[in-house]
């Protein structure tokens, strides 16, 4: 009943392999360490460029909301400027004009912010493209 067991004997049975099979299995190993590296660093960049898209779209929103609201404002009050103007003489008319301009320069926002919605940059660019060249240089080993 020796328990004792000693670290250099050959007669291990769960030994480790040698040969051919050693060779392979640690070129495996060397294959899945590369794959889990690509994906880790592929996940990093993405996360990166999707937290700032992220930021840039908050921070974009909150100035074009305060931008939007001064100018709502002060186009309101120069609206009632100019028919305070001509109270007197002409206010019907005048309301009338005020409020087709408001409706041109709104049908303006309204195309300039689809446009500039439509040509956006593709979302996660950077990322999309190195997982292509990711997949070309691994289809070309093939």
């Known amino acids: 009943?020796?328990?004792?067991?000693?670290?250099?004997?050959?007669h291990d049975e769960a030994g480790p392999v040698s040969g051919p099979i050693s060779g392979m299995l640690d070129s495996i190993?060397?294959?899945?360490?590369?794959?889990?590296?690509?994906?880790?660093?592929?996940?990093?960049?993405?996360?990166?460029?999707?937290?700032?898209?992220v930021y840039r779209l908050a921070v974009s929103l909150l100035w074009s909301l305060a931008a939007l609201f001064a100018f709502g404002i002060s186009l309101f009050l120069a609206a009632l400027t100019v028919i305070?103007?001509?109270?007197?003489?002409?206010?019907?008319l005048v309301s009338v004009i005020v409020t087709l301009a408001f409706l041109c320069l709104a049908a303006l926002a309204a195309r300039v912010a689809t446009k500039r919605i439509?040509?956006?940059?593709?979302?996660l660019q950077a990322t999309l493209s190195e997982l292509k060249r990711d997949q070309e240089i691994l289809?070309?080993?093939q």
């Open 118 to 123: 439509s040509q956006r940059p593709q979302l």
């Open 1 to 10: 009943m020796n328990d004792h067991i000693d670290p250099h004997s050959q």
């Open 139 to 141: 289809s070309s080993r």
């Open 84 to 92: 305070f103007i001509f109270w007197d003489t002409h206010r019907v």
């Open 29 to 53: 190993k060397q294959v899945l360490a590369t794959l889990l590296s690509m994906a880790q660093t592929r996940l990093e960049l993405f996360t990166t460029e999707l937290q700032d898209e």
